[in-house]
């Protein structure tokens, strides 16, 4: 058996209690499938541990996904992370080094089977380390080699302070910015974002060169007008209120107030930022081709569309550093289409908190009507044949850089002189930004409150020192916002109002006094954290106070409303808006003795201690690793999708490399039609011909107006004239296929219109169940079909359409449909999901198919789709002469049976003359082997169709019309055979029949 297995060591470190068992599982038999209770049991010895190990083996060549759980007393403790680990086998043996339980790969050595040495000692002096870069999905954990691959971080801002120095330039790292906090000289981390200052024309060449040089930073210079419009105004006072559930777009005057020139900034500004990003380096520019390009927060959501608009095979990972809205609150933006399908063109997308990406996910939901769903702990969006990875998982804090600020001589004056100021009182210490959504007059209230209900006890004795932050997002901006000056004149006021009834018990520190050395001296000195924010995302105060005061381990009350209240555990929860609550919950904090305090705050400090910054990106940088195949897939992948259209709305699309799709060559399917002479045309006919057409199976332009669902659209006159001009010419049949009613499809092709054509056109309804073919009336394709179980299945989706409002019953000849288009998209999925389980229990003896689409679920015989009809359509043909061309082409779920016929029909494989082209449109998973992007590249193939049958028309030889009559006669029998069947299955079985069995 040697070369079929590959013998894989596990390693990995983890802290367990007495009866624990750790065990690995994952999609193998060996490492049991998925189910902790038969994985791998790893091992450990008293000297080796907390390393343990263990070994298996796997079939060569095998693609393993897994995790570590840990088992204790009945209980399974995953491994936490929405990524599940990953890992290749090749003809080696294997030794993973995962780090820690919840961490990140170390490296996998490996070696050659047939240098493997006879003993531990020899192997693993030939052992040959190899980063995760090769066979492995991950990047090295911290201390571990770096990736070979390059990050292009785009920000708004680059995390740098500048200032004029003798008459020139300076800048040094700002650590207050989230750029900076990422920064690593181990790392190859490339910056691109605005300067956030105006420079000169003049200078600036020399300030690039200088800041590539020192910072590896690329600047984007912008006039201090639009970087203000952009950046402080449409960012800060429209995008920011709405992302944080405040609705102010329509109040004139203000700057809260929509207006769409602001936008059309916003869309240059991206635009600039993304053209930077992808500069090659040979021009100047930060980029390598292998390089990742990753997007930080809601500044930049357009830079992924420009990015992929350019450059399609970029790989793109976007984090969100703010809340994200409700669905509710969201779509009231009126760009809300453009901002997700921007943000869909990448590759990763990032949250805080699963509550924000819920949020995301409900969006995509019901604006683009996009499903997602979740495997073993991954969640992704289904996007134009496409997975959209989403992961959670709060930002990291900078320890290191905390601890060494906390102990600088500069730290350690302020720190005495503060303490000196306040000596003898408990100081209640608090940073927030200034802005309404900090919750700071909340607070303000409620210390009122303490102070009035308990003046015995802290009259003289207590002080609240408020640090003001200037908001992250205030750049260009040379003094505070209106809102913001508002915000703090209204701080001031209440604070001289405290003051005046309890003197110096309220101290504010304005923004401008507020710097890093002052903050960390206050926290030093602080007694206690308070926090009422009433909604914020960001926010690394706490866990710089924690780091502050490491050793006193003091308490914190932070508000539940703000982002990173879930991981504060031993901190007091506070409702700010329940002064009572805030009040207690500040007296209890006070009066906790020393035990009580490390009790309660120990995991709190050790868990703030441990959660480095730098544990966090290698983590998000492993997940956008894994977002795409490495460069040399990429390569075998074929075409990429050019893009659609000119606006947001396009999205730039990357096959898999599992998937065989080519984009359909238009010149290559006229010339094969030119020289072909029976040739089969199949058009799936309902949706994607309409006028408003859909783009990639997406109702883009239709929801963007308000519509909820598609509604069929009769037949535009130039697709009109394109039927009837390939209907002309006698070596083709065209068949149009839709899923439509009959009713509404005769309605379509009305007698009068199309009685010239009907010779060499054809028209199915319903699926193919009925047909109009050669003959002045409709037929039925399957007689005596079996319908008993409609009664029964419309009695039950009577129940439901009653029980889920703005959902309706669709009944047709054969089947049933239950549309749920237009109610709440989350109540009629999960009552879909109940109704095709009921369904499928009560027509189990029945036979038909409950097939669950697109906001609707449909109930039809198994012996009806279109798979039957063209087949019956092809064998009809082929009694008198092989058929040389075809070409079919369709748009949703409904195409599959047709497009897995033509691929898997066996005459189409033995006949070596025969061009078939099995074709969708728009990019998704298909059993069709080509694609067109959009239906404009379908009417210009037609047409060209269209164009090549005339041009022959015209230059018929004696020969050719002799040829021709004989087709004709040929045609004329083949239709005399196209009769009704009943019990037509072996299609769908994909089972070969003879036609007289078919017609019997």
């Known amino acids: 058996t040697s070369g079929l297995f590959t013998t894989v060591t596990f390693k990995v470190s983890c802290e367990t209690q007495f009866g624990d068992t750790l065990v690995v599982t994952g999609n193998a038999p060996t490492v049991g499938s998925w189910k902790p209770e038969k994985g791998l049991k790893l091992e450990t010895t008293p000297g080796d541990y907390p390393l343990w190990t263990g070994k298996v083996q796997l079939h060569t060549g095998f693609s393993l996904e897994y995790k570590y759980a840990l088992l204790r007393e009945g209980n399974v403790m995953w491994e936490e992370g929405m990524v599940n680990r990953t890992l290749r086998t090749s003809n080696e043996l294997l030794v993973v080094n995962d780090g820690w339980f919840n961490g990140i790969r170390v490296d996998v050595q490996t070696t050659p089977l047939n240098d493997a040495p006879e003993n531990s000692k020899n192997q693993s002096s030939r ?594 004239e394109l039927v009837k001009g390939l209907s002309q010419d006698e070596r083709n049949t065209v068949f149009l296929l839709s899923s439509q009613e009959k009713s509404m499809v005769k309605e379509w092709f009305a007698k009068d219109n199309w009685e010239q054509f009907w010779a060499n056109l054809g028209v199915t309804a319903e699926n193919g169940c009925f047909y109009r073919w050669g003959k002045p009336h409709w037929e039925s394709l399957v007689n005596d079909l079996d319908l008993s179980w409609m009664a029964k299945a419309h009695k039950v989706l009577r129940t439901y359409t009653d029980r889920v409002h703005g959902t309706y019953i669709q009944e047709k000849s054969c089947s049933i449909v239950w549309h749920y288009a237009d109610c709440d998209q989350d109540w009629g999925a999960m009552q879909a999901r109940e109704l095709t389980d009921h369904l499928e229990d009560l027509l189990e003896n029945h036979e038909v198919d409950v097939i669950p689409g697109q906001c609707r679920v449909e109930v039809r015989p198994k012996s009806i789709n279109k798979g039957v009809a063209v087949e019956l359509l092809l064998r009809s043909i082929e009694q008198k002469k092989p058929v040389d061309f075809v070409l079919c082409v369709g748009d949703d779920r409904s195409d599959e049976d047709m497009f897995a016929l033509i691929r898997d029909r066996q005459r189409f494989i033995e006949q070596e003359n025969c061009a078939v082209y099995a074709c969708t449109v728009g990019l998704r998973p298909s059993h069709a082997g080509y694609y067109l992007s959009e239906m404009a590249e379908l009417r210009q193939l037609l047409k060209a169709l269209q164009d090549k049958s005339i041009s022959a028309n015209r230059s018929y030889s004696t020969t050719d019309l002799q040829l021709l009559d004989r087709h004709t006669d040929s045609g004329r029998s083949a239709r005399a055979s196209f009769s009704p069947v009943s019990g037509v299955s072996g299609v769908r079985d994909r089972k070969t029949t003879t036609l007289e069995g078919l017609l019997e």
């Not at 990050?151 to 008459?167: K, T």
């Not at 290698?618 to 040399?632: E, G, T």
Request: glycine letters at 6%; charged letters at 25%.
């Open 127 to 720: 052992a040959k380390t190899r980063g995760s870069t090769d066979d492995v999905k991950g990047v090295g954990s911290k201390g571990s080699e770096v990736p070979d691959f390059g990050v292009v971080i785009v920000a708004s801002l680059l995390p740098l302070r500048a200032w004029r120095e003798n008459d020139a330039w300076a800048f040094e790292w700002d650590y207050s910015r989230a750029g900076a906090k990422l920064s690593n000289p181990k790392r190859n981390f490339k910056y691109v974002g605005w300067v956030g200052v105006e420079v000169a024309p003049k200078e600036q060449e020399t300030v690039r060169l200088e800041l590539i040089a020192k910072f590896r930073c690329y600047p984007v210079f912008l006039d201090q007008k639009l970087a203000y419009s952009v950046f402080d105004v449409f960012c800060q006072s429209i995008l920011s209120p709405v992302f944080h559930h405040i609705i102010e777009l329509a109040e004139e005057g203000s700057e809260s107030c929509w207006k769409w020139d602001r936008w059309h900034e916003y869309e240059k500004v991206n635009k600039i930022f993304s053209d930077s990003a992808l500069t090659p380096v040979a021009q100047g520019g930060p980029y390598v081709p292998g390089d990742r390009v990753w997007v930080l927060d809601y500044e930049m959501m357009l830079v992924p569309h420009y990015t992929v608009r350019k450059m399609p095979a970029a790989t793109i990972g976007f984090s969100f550093l703010s809340v994200f809205p409700s669905t509710e609150v969201f779509r009231v933006l009126p760009v809300r289409i453009e901002l997700l399908c921007a943000l869909l063109c990448a590759d990763l997308i990032s949250f805080d908190l699963f509550e924000y990406a819920r949020h995301f996910l409900h969006c995509c939901a019901r604006l683009l009507g996009l499903e997602h769903r979740s495997r073993r702990g991954l969640i992704g969006v289904d996007f134009n044949g496409r997975r959209v990875n989403v992961r959670c998982g709060l930002i990291g804090f900078d320890v290191a850089r905390t601890r060494e600020l906390r102990d600088t001589s500069d730290v350690r004056v302020l720190k005495a002189q503060y303490a000196k100021e306040h000596e003898g009182k408990t100081v209640i210490v608090s940073c927030d930004k200034c802005d309404r959504l900090s919750g700071i007059s909340l607070k303000l209230t409620a210390f009122e409150s303490l102070m009035r209900s308990s003046s015995h006890v802290w009259y003289g004795k207590l002080v609240l020192v408020q640090l003001m932050r200037k908001p992250y997002s205030t750049y260009a901006a040379q003094t505070l916002l209106k809102g913001q000056q508002r915000e703090l004149d209204l701080i001031h006021e209440l604070a001289d109002s405290i003051n005046a009834s309890y003197p110096g018990s309220v101290k504010i520190i304005d923004p401008h006094e507020e710097s890093p050395k002052v903050r960390a001296a206050y926290f030093s000195i602080g007694d206690l954290y308070l926090n009422t924010s009433v909604r914020t995302g960001l926010d690394w105060s706490p866990f710089e106070y924690v780091m502050c005061r490491e050793t006193q381990m003091n308490p914190l009350c932070v508000s539940e409303f703000l982002g990173c209240s879930r991981v504060l555990s031993g901190s007091f929860s506070i409702n700010p808006w329940n002064v009572d609550c805030v009040v207690d919950a500040v007296e209890k904090a006070l009066q906790l003795s020393s035990s009580e305090r490390v009790h309660r705050l120990k995991r709190l400090y050790q868990f703030v201690a441990n959660y480095d910054i730098d544990r966090w990106v290698q983590s998000i940088l492993a997940d956008v690793w894994a977002a795409r195949k490495d460069s040399r897939e990429d390569r075998d992948v074929g075409t990429l999708a050019p893009g659609l259209g000119l606006g947001p709305d396009s999205r730039f699309l990357r096959l898999e490399a599992s998937c065989v799709y080519t984009h359909l060559d238009i010149p290559e399917v006229v010339e094969k039609y030119k020289r072909s002479s029976r040739r089969v045309i199949l058009l799936d006919y309902g949706s994607a011909y309409a006028p408003h057409s859909l783009v990639g199976n997406l109702q883009v332009d239709a929801r963007r107006y308000g519509a909820r669902g598609a509604t069929p659209s009769r037949p535009d006159q130039d697709f009109i």
